[in-house]
């Protein structure tokens, strides 16, 4: 027989469980978008799509649009999508090698990058030397709203 407590505590782990597979959902969102559709970056250019804001906060508050799109724009982390055919080839300017490479989550700073707006948000157009860092997890980097 089933204790109210422990009930309670399957229906949150549940919960827990609905909001980790969101997450991971957004987090792989990158890798179900049409690549080839894409533009292909030229030179030393690279192309990232930035990482999705969550539009719900854990506890399941909407966030007004206009906050969205104030992170969206401010979002700092991204998955390179495209590198172009000159990326970090330049042995003076990179004598330890690349600093990423092709399905990789990157650190840039704010502004950098030309965006573009494409069907569920933007990508942007970096120079190779624009990347900051790599991450393996970008929640790491994104704040709580």
Partial sequence: MMTKSHALEDKYDEQAAI???AIQEAKNEPEKTN????PNPTGWRLLVMPF???ETTDGGIIIAQE???RARVATQVGYVLKMGDLCYKD???YPTG???KEKDWVV???YAGSRMQIEGGEIRM???DEILGTIDDPEELIHAM
Avoid: G, H, I
């Avoid at 690549?35 to 894409?38: C, G, M, P, R, T």
């Fill in 91 to 93: 042995d003076d300017k």
């Fill in 35 to 38: 690549v080839d559709k894409l």
């Fill in 19 to 21: 909001e980790q597979a």
């Fill in 126 to 128: 970096l120079n190779d």
């Fill in 108 to 110: 840039f700073a704010r």
């Fill in 98 to 100: 690349p600093w990423c």
């Fill in 52 to 54: 999705q804001v969550k």
């Fill in 67 to 69: 906050t969205l799109d």
